[in-house]
């Protein structure tokens, strides 16, 4: 994500009311345009042949909307909470002009984000109905998750957070100096350890750039989010989720977060450089990936998604904006501020519209389901050159998701197809993924029959592309900012700072 504006963009998923244009202006976007003019292109105005995959659920669920600006690459949502908190009431801007949605399939680029949250009273109705169709839900326990609408403010946030992924210890300590972290027992981190060289990207909150630690010398990115923006945009509990969940864990194919600290206007999260940059950029750039190319990259995926979800962690922002090529050709997904540790479905209404599964859009409370979905519709797109559920806007997306009809390209490999078939099914319950074998039926799958699936594990795979780097610390796979525009974020004031205490 490198775009001038918000990546996220928070709708409350309500009957009846259209939301509106949130414009949270954090960088300069450069280098973006040339992606969207590139994807416009590819958009077909007819295709050779649709096919409905899956049970195309009806549902006469109505929502609102947030349209951001569309720039080519996706914004990310976020769960809009309907928190009495003082804090959060500013979030939403009216728009009137935005107000109805405008399908047009012939045209731009994917769309911008939306964040909806639905009714308590939907939920508990949904509740019982899924419990019973759900055969995954036995294994994620009973509790209702805290990301429910009507439980999403800070103070849910917390107690959500204290029982699941927080060390008391190391959260005393880095409060008391935000210098020392002990999770790995040996070093005492400080900001002033790095050195900020070079904004890389840009993100709701914030940015992140490329640092060098000056005590190993190694190169690393800085994630620097201004709490002001998080309080304002009610991502306090995502901004905790994602600091937690990453400190939980280490795979080869998920960004490793080397240290996270605070001062009194930002948080901060150290984590490795991948120099490569977006997979986004690549697949842009060549219009479409090969079969080969794309089961390389969907294998690493499917590895990581295994993974986490072992792990009860559910991603929910699978797209090709969030996976980075390190040097070595192979992928690290990166940005988990929307993953969940899971104890039953959660409710949010998170994603980015074009990756979005049914049940989310549905407000029947989603799992693990949604990332075999997002495998889906990104094998799809790395596969075609566009998401299989395109619009303007995201109300055109949704009715395109609901409707169960995908397009086929009339040359797409048959098997890769098959496989997109069996994860792109609306009813859950079916999907590839999520049935009694997990994510072993989706490694089973014919598409994938030539893997050995310890060497993809190991990076035994040779990779389809490696990044034109010079070095580690090389920036030329990214878009530039001009470093002028940031300007210092604003201290918050204790009460505030209280939100972040265990960060
Ligand atoms: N470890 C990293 N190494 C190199 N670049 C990175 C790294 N982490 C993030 N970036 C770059 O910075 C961008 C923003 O990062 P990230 O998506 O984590 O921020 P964010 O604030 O969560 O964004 P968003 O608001 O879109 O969710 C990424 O898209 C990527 O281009």
Redo the contacts with the bound molecule.
């Keep these: ?3 001038a504006t ?3 963009f928070c709708t409350p998923l309500t009957s009846g009311t259209a939301g509106s244009t949130s414009k949270l202006t954090t960088g300069n976007g450069s280098g973006v345009g040339n992606m969207t003019s590139s994807y416009k292109k590819k958009i077909p105005s007819n295709s050779s042949s649709t096919t409905t995959a899956n049970d195309s659920s009806n549902t006469e669920t109505t929502f609102t909307f947030k349209l951001g600006r569309s720039n080519g690459r996706s ?2 949502n976020v769960a809009s909470s309907e928190s009495s908190d003082p804090l959060e009431s500013d979030y939403s801007e009216e728009d009137p002009e935005q107000e109805q949605p405008r399908p047009d399939p012939a045209t731009n680029s994917r769309s911008s984000s939306t964040t909806t949250t639905t009714s308590s009273a939907d939920h508990d109705n949904d509740v019982d109905e899924e419990e019973e169709e759900d055969d995954d839900d036995e294994e994620e326990g009973n509790g209702r998750d805290a990301d429910d609408a009507t439980h999403d403010s800070s103070e849910s946030i917390e107690e959500d957070d204290g029982n699941e992924t927080d060390d008391e210890e190391d959260d005393d300590e880095s409060e008391e100096s935000s210098s020392v972290q002990t999770a790995k027992g040996v070093r005492k981190y400080h900001l002033d350890d790095y050195q900020i060289i070079k904004t ?9 750039c ?1 640092c060098r630690d000056r005590i190993s010398e190694k190169y ?2 800085m ?1 620097i ?1 201004a709490m002001t923006e998080v309080i304002r945009l009610k991502q306090i509990e995502h901004v905790k989720n ?1 600091r937690n969940i990453l400190r939980e864990i280490r795979h080869p194919f998920v ?1 490793s977060l080397e240290w996270s600290t605070k001062d009194d206007s930002n948080l901060y999260m150290i ?5 490569g ?2 997979l986004f950029t690549y697949l842009r750039n060549a219009g479409k990936f090969t079969s080969q190319t794309s089961n390389f990259y969907a294998a690493e995926i499917v590895s990581a998604l295994e993974y986490l979800h072992s792990l009860q962690i559910v991603y929910r ?1 699978l797209k090709p ?2 996976l ?1 090529i390190n040097r070595d050709g192979h992928l ?1 997904i ?5 993953a969940k540790k899971l104890r039953d479905r959660t409710w949010t209404l998170c994603g980015t519209p074009e990756y979005i599964a049914p049940e989310i859009i549905q407000s029947k409370g989603h799992n693990k389901a949604v990332d075999w979905w997002a495998l889906g519709v990104l094998i799809y797109e790395m596969l075609v050159g566009y998401p299989p559920f395109y619009d303007e806007q995201p109300f055109g997306i949704y009715e395109k998701i609901l409707s169960g009809k995908i397009e086929w390209e009339r040359h797409m490999d048959p098997i890769a197809k098959d496989l997109i078939k069996k994860l792109l099914v609306n009813d859950r319950t079916k999907r590839l993924g999520n049935m009694k074998n997990g994510a072993d039926d989706v490694k089973r799958h014919r598409w994938f029959k030539h893997l050995n699936w310890n060497d993809v594990y190991s990076k035994k795979l040779k990779p389809p592309i490696l990044p034109d780097v010079h070095h580690d610390g090389d920036t030329k796979n ?1 878009d530039d900012y001009p470093e002028k525009d940031w300007k210092p974020a604003k201290a918050v004031d204790q009460r505030d700072l209280q939100y972040f205490n265990d960060f």
């Design positions: 994500m490198s775009t918000c990546a996220r914004s990310s890389v990207g840009t993100g709701t909150f914030g940015r992140v490329l690393c990115a994630k989010l994602e960004i984590f490795d450089y991948v120099c940059g977006e922002d904006e969030n980075l690290k990166t940005d988990f501020g929307f990214f």
